[in-house]
């Protein structure tokens, strides 16, 4: 992990304004130096926030390593490192690995330095408020890590280079029982949606994240347990239009996105041109054959937005409304009702490969019958299998993020994405479920970290 070279980084990213500012009335915090913070609850509600803006770099790349490494997406034109995630052929140096490995230890160093400094704040609600959303912040990068390249440093405090023992990899395993724990002690300290701005962690979203950990570790029950409490607080529901869910923010489908603004050059995004107004110059992100084919021909309502209608060949998910196409405000949803719905579907069926459970069958309707499509019976007689679960969740959450790690969950990602590689001139080998750590980790560490097999 690049600690000596990304700590100065930490510290002066720290200070960077946030999208949420004026929901927060802060001023602006980049005239402070670290050694004058965290003195009062303004400072450490300036920090906290800070976790929020650090958020924003996560998913700028984030596609690369999900959707265009399943069967998804592609590049337009096999674009360098771009081509290594459609080939599944990616390679230690490749620069969006590491990219993706910095911003989430740089979420996980900012939350740390919230959770060190809360004792300044003296009010007990807004203190658990706080905790709560650095919890959230440290569990869901350490997610994203354990996902993507499966054993990796738990960072439990703020650390400097002489931490040598923080620097070596932990397992899956217990990655995951870390993850679990803070989003279990989030999910106890935050608010409900109702009682916080949007774009902030909630209870809500800490539970539907924390049951997807489950899901991870096979705790079925747990996590259905967990998303039915979700899905009665009445928090969330799904809005009537599919488009409505991406292009009016701030709806109540969302549990957590991160937020961007439209032409601003500290909190725009640019993965929307890379695969929207872009695409028609470098292309990053584009639907591939095999997803096409996979889109119902009656499903027309999301195939209105799945596909770009003034460029059929581009995603629709995230076309920009900005005046500058690399300044984009689209926001990027990390997890939604509809995903919570099929979720608790798949923790009824428990891995096994059917079920006939009215509850399960309810949640899956609910989201095919948004989208106008057909829906099964729930009279006791129908039948509600893996595969059509995981096709629903393919094309209800396409482009999101969450194809890659779906078919690994449900132990399907060797057969299918093998059987794509093969049909498209790649392989797809059982070393390819995770991600090679960045070599310039690797090499800084001295030794202590080890490089993935198959790398």
């Known amino acids: 992990m690049k600690f000596r070279n990304l700590l100065p980084l930490f510290c002066g990213l720290l200070l960077l304004p946030s999208c949420n500012e004026e929901d927060l009335n802060l001023n602006p915090l980049s005239e402070i130096g670290d050694n004058g913070f965290y003195t009062n609850i303004g400072e450490v509600q300036g920090a906290v926030v800070a976790i929020y803006d650090g958020f924003q770099q996560v998913p700028l790349r984030e596609f690369a390593l999900t959707e265009m490494r399943s069967d998804n997406t592609k590049t337009k034109s096999s674009e360098g490192d771009w081509a290594q995630f459609e080939s599944f052929d990616v390679e230690p140096t490749n620069t969006a690995i590491g990219q993706y490995w910095a911003a989430n230890y740089n979420v996980i160093f900012r939350a740390n330095r919230v959770l060190e400094n809360l004792d300044v704040v003296e009010d007990t609600n807004l203190r658990n408020q706080f905790e709560g959303e650095a919890l959230f912040g440290r569990a869901l990068a350490h997610f994203n890590l354990v996902r993507a390249y499966g054993g990796v440093p738990i960072v439990d405090r703020v650390i400097i280079q002489a931490d040598e023992e923080y620097f070596a990899q932990d397992s899956r395993e217990d990655v995951l029982a870390f ?222 993020n969450h194809r890659f790690y779906d078919l690994v969950r449900f132990g399907e990602a060797e057969r299918i994405l093998g059987a794509f590689a093969a049909a498209n001139g790649y392989t797809f080998t059982p070393t390819d479920l995770i991600l090679p750590i960045p070599q310039g980790e690797v090499n800084v560490s001295q030794g202590l970290l080890s490089q993935n097999p198959g790398y």
């Open 179 to 400: 993850v679990r724990n803070d989003f279990e002690r989030a999910a106890g300290l935050l608010p409900a949606k109702s009682a916080m701005p949007y774009g902030r962690a909630t209870r809500g979203a800490a539970n539907a994240l924390l049951a997807k950990v489950l899901l991870n570790q096979g705790e079925y029950a747990g996590a259905a347990n967990v998303l039915k409490a979700v899905i009665d607080s009445d928090q969330y529901r799904l809005l009537d239009n599919y488009g409505d869910v991406f292009y009016s923010e701030g709806n109540d489908e969302v549990l957590f996105s991160i937020n961007y603004l439209d032409d601003d050059s500290n909190e725009s995004q640019d993965f929307s041109f890379e695969f929207t107004a872009g695409g028609r110059v470098s292309g990053l992100n584009f639907p591939t054959d095999d997803f096409r084919a996979a889109v119902d021909t009656a499903d027309t309502e999301r195939a209105a937005i799945l596909f770009n209608p003034d460029a059929p060949a581009e995603v629709g998910k995230f076309i920009t409304q900005s005046a500058d196409a690399r300044l984009d405000g689209n926001d990027w949803i990390v997890i939604r009702y509809a995903d919570v719905l099929l979720l608790y579907a798949e923790a009824i069926m428990a891995g096994s490969e059917s079920t006939q459970s009215l509850e399960a069958i309810r949640a899956y309707n609910q989201v095919r019958a948004r989208a106008g499509l057909s829906t099964l019976e729930v009279d006791g007689s129908a039948t509600l299998t893996e595969e059509e679960l995981l096709h629903e969740r393919r094309i209800e959450l396409a482009f999101e």
